[in-house]
């Protein structure tokens, strides 16, 4: 988007289209059934049906099998409105196909899918307005969220908090939407960003015994075993959180349990990234709960030299740690947050603290000192605690008296 802050105007929507599709395009061979088939895996396709333990139909040809990895996936939610032209709507799968840019845009919504799109569209010129049940990124700290509901509003984006929608209704203009209050929302389009329904519709799944939650997804274990001991599932299909970088995660641990007879389990500790300008970045805890001693170490991005050399200091990184420095999660805002977050996914992972992160050496200037400053004040601040204190008052005293002073024990070498 640099070329709207060089010369104050939006970017040709055609151009970004053309360049979306390009990065597709490049990105899509390498998960393509044609990369498969090079490695060896027979590929069919059409429709599979379980017909029993260990037999599958795939457009009347019987595939018999010792085990199976279901990944069939999600779609996002295109329904729910009552009067809502089904042609009026886009999804996130769909919004990069419409013809010519919306001069209107309206978002169902409040989490990453909603604020990003709803950024991007707003940058390429269309009025947005976000629809929210509660508040955008209801996940995240509210510092965080505070922080990207300020860049929206900046960018001219619209944001309806705490509201709800009655219904919808075909005008002459598009389509009028009704929230809860009575006030009304006038839209060329209408994007739904409000979740993702798993693919087990039809699969047969009664059948060979695979248990799924109310809503559908297919329930696992944290080995990824379904309720079948034969059957295994991965990705967006369960009820895991919906990441992509997560589902390549489980389905590896899936299928090399599956095949090699391991018992891998997934890792509870999870990335996330919502790629708006500003970025969020979070993994583990996003708060401190004083309940457990949970204390939370924040530097402001003025304090970050990178940050303030590219004039973009209104981030900041937040740790939170046990009494002990564990570091038990974390949250980044500002540019290329995602890109400091790996180093503490590792940290939350194999239970670091933050005395592992000082004494590890960073480049300078990065936006990862805003990580590294964090655990230095937080190593300095137990530092200064009086039970610290006092411990390293004796050693200084113990050395002084029988190391460095008269009579002193020690040989010199």
């Given amino acids: 988007m640099r070329a709207r802050a060089l010369t104050g105007q939006p970017p040709e929507s ?56 279901i990944a069939t996936g999600g779609t996002p939610v295109s329904t729910g409105i009552p009067g809502l032209a089904p042609g009026a709507t886009v999804t996130s799968d769909t919004i990069w196909e419409l013809d010519a840019l919306p001069g209107r845009l309206a978002i169902v919504g409040e989490g990453p899918v909603a604020c990003e799109l709803g950024q991007a569209f707003a940058r390429l010129g269309t009025e947005v307005t976000m629809i929210v049940r509660s508040r955008i990124l209801p996940k995240e700290d ?25 219904n919808a ?18 839209t060329d389009a209408v994007l739904l960003a409000t979740g993702r329904t798993p693919r087990t519709a039809g699969l047969g799944l009664e059948r060979i015994g695979v248990k799924l939650d109310e809503d559908g997804h297919v329930i696992t274990d944290s080995r990824m075993m379904t309720s079948n001991p034969l059957i295994w599932a991965a990705g967006d299909v369960t009820a895991n959180p919906q990441f992509t970088h997560l589902a390549g ?11 090699l007879g391991l018992k891998r389990q997934v890792s509870g500790t999870v990335p996330r990234v919502t790629f708006t300008s500003p970025e969020v970045a979070a993994v583990g805890l996003t708060g401190a709960d004083s309940r457990l001693q949970h204390r939370a170490r924040t530097v402001r991005h003025t304090h970050v030299d990178r940050a303030v050399t590219e004039d973009s200091t209104s981030g900041f990184t ?17 540019p290329r947050a995602g890109e400091s977050l790996a180093e503490l996914t590792l940290a939350v992972h194999k239970g670091m603290t933050t005395s592992d992160i000082a004494g590890t050496t960073h480049p300078y200037p990065t936006y990862s000192d805003g990580v590294w400053n964090a655990a230095v004040a937080d190593v300095r601040e137990r530092l200064a605690s009086p039970g610290t204190r006092r411990a390293m008052a004796a050693l200084i005293w113990f050395r002084r008296r029988w190391l460095d002073g008269p009579g002193s024990h020690r040989r010199d070498q």
């Fill in 14 to 69: 055609a151009a970004v289209r053309q360049r979306i599709f390009a990065a597709i395009n490049t990105i899509e061979p390498l998960d393509s059934p044609a990369a498969l088939e090079d490695v060896g895996v027979e590929v069919i396709k059409g429709t599979l049906t379980f017909r029993a333990s260990g037999i599958a139909d795939v457009n009347g040809r019987t595939i018999r099998f010792r085990q199976a990895l």
């Fill in 142 to 166: 509210p510092d965080a969220a505070d922080l990207v509901r300020e860049s929206l509003e900046a960018d001219g984006v619209r944001i309806l908090e705490y509201a709800s929608v009655e």
């Fill in 249 to 259: 995660v489980h389905a590896s641990v899936a299928a090399s349990n599956a095949v």
């Fill in 169 to 186: 209704a075909t005008t002459a203009a598009g389509t009028r939407i009704r929230l809860g209050d009575g006030a009304a929302v006038d």
């Fill in 318 to 334: 937040r740790l939170i740690m046990d009494r002990r420095g564990k570091i038990l999660g974390c949250t980044i805002v500002g």
